[in-house]
């Protein structure tokens, strides 16, 4: 700081004793004037910040507020978690037991309405909750496992597939490139006109015996 000139926003809170924040509103108000350098640093008067000093601090305006956002209701579609039915006078456990059991044979409702000599209301109570109990099982630590067991030995069926496609891959290019594949689907012959009978010489590198290889036409 030198003479009645004060430079950059840091010094000027230490002249006036008020907060940079305060000055920088005290700016935006047009009760605190602010000049730049050559340099582009910020330039104020010292009369000016001792002047402030002594007024009151200027007023913070009141937080905006947003309205809060209104919550779309959930979709129809929306899949609620499985709740057990609460009607203890429904049935006893024991019934129920016998119930669940009967289900989880796979046995009608009707079937185990005669049997059990049900009404309608209780079983209907007993298969709802049957069916959430079966939901919650779902999320029972061994039934990943088992998905877990599956996915593997889909993994390593699927690699075999894959190993044997490319075995019959590398079959069918050596079957293209032998000259004597699928001779005997397409050979007829030019002078008589049988079909599928044909063979072809093949000599013994050992001791130079020609053999004839082939198939008849009624094979």
């Keep these: 700081m030198s003479g009645d000139i004060v430079r950059g926003w840091r010094e000027a ?9 305060h000055l920088r509103r005290y700016a935006d108000r047009g009760e605190l004037t602010v000049t730049k350098d050559a340099e582009g640093v910020c330039v104020f008067q010292k009369a000016e ?11 913070v305006a009141a937080p905006v507020l947003a309205p809060s956002p209104t919550l779309a209701p959930a979709p129809a579609s929306a899949r609620s978690l499985p709740t057990l039915n609460a009607d203890a006078s429904a049935t006893d456990g ?8 009967d289900l989880d044979a796979g046995r009608s409702l009707t079937s185990i309405a005669t049997e ?20 919650i099982d779902v999320t029972n630590p061994t039934v990943p496992i088992a998905v877990k067991v599956l ?3 889909n993994t390593a069926l699927a ?12 079959l069918e290019k050596q079957a293209a490139a032998d000259p004597l594949a699928g001779l005997r689907d397409h050979f007829v012959c030019d002078n008589c006109g049988t079909a599928r009978a044909v063979s072809a010489p093949v ?8 053999h004839r290889l082939g198939w008849d036409a009624d094979e």
Excluded: N
């Excluded at 910040?49 to 007023?59: I, T, Y």
């Excluded at 059990?116 to 939901?135: C, F, G, M, S």
């Design 13 to 21: 809170a230490q002249v006036s004793g008020i907060s940079v924040a």
């Design 49 to 59: 910040l001792e002047h402030l000093a002594s007024a009151p601090p200027p007023p």
């Design 94 to 101: 024991r019934l129920a037991a016998r119930v669940f059991a």
């Design 116 to 135: 059990r000599e049900l009404t309608a209301p209780v079983l209907q109570r007993l298969y709802a909750d049957w069916l959430a109990l079966k939901e």
């Design 151 to 153: 996915q593997e030995q």
């Design 159 to 170: 690699r075999q597939v894959q190993a044997l496609a490319q075995r019959v891959q590398v």
């Design 203 to 210: 000599i013994c590198e050992a001791c130079q015996t020609e």
